[in-house]
Nanobody, 123 residues
Framework: QVQLVESGGGLVQAGGSLRLSCAAS????????MGWFRQAPGKEREFVGR????????YYADSVKGRFAISRDSAKNTVYLQMNSLKPEDTAVYFC????????????????WGQGTQVTVSS
């Protein structure tokens, strides 16, 4: 059983940056593909990006490509989401998730989820 705990959310002005962290425990962190998702009020959960278990391959939603970057530190069992050039439409609860799949194709392939951290971007 993998436990995931996100942190680093908060209030930031448009154009600013935040770095979210997701600390994993209870499993072999290096064997999981790690993903980030977000959910805004009244909207469905949305894929943000993912990073391979090796940390060498990333994939991002078009809406965040070039602004967000995911990295992982296996020594700390932590995955990060660096968010730059934030926009009000990035406001959401952000979740990290872990998948055994090499290339997860949907949110359903992620077996473990964190509780989420709120990001609010003011205009």
């Amino acid at each position: 059983q993998v436990q995931l705990v996100e942190s680093g959310g908060g209030l930031v002005q448009a154009g600013g940056s935040l770095r979210l962290s997701c600390a994993a425990s209870g499993g072999t962190f290096s064997t999981y593909t790690m993903g980030w998702f977000r959910q805004a009020p009244g909207k469905e959960r949305e894929f943000v990006g993912r990073i391979s278990w090796t940390g060498t391959s990333g994939y991002y939603a078009d809406s965040v490509k070039g602004r967000f970057a995911i990295s992982r530190d296996s020594a700390k069992n932590t995955v990060y989401l660096q968010m730059n050039s934030l926009k009000p439409e990035d406001t959401a609860v952000y979740f990290c998730a872990a998948s055994r799949a090499v290339v997860p194709t949907s949110a359903r392939t992620y077996a473990y989820w964190g509780q989420g951290t709120q990001v609010t971007v003011s205009s």
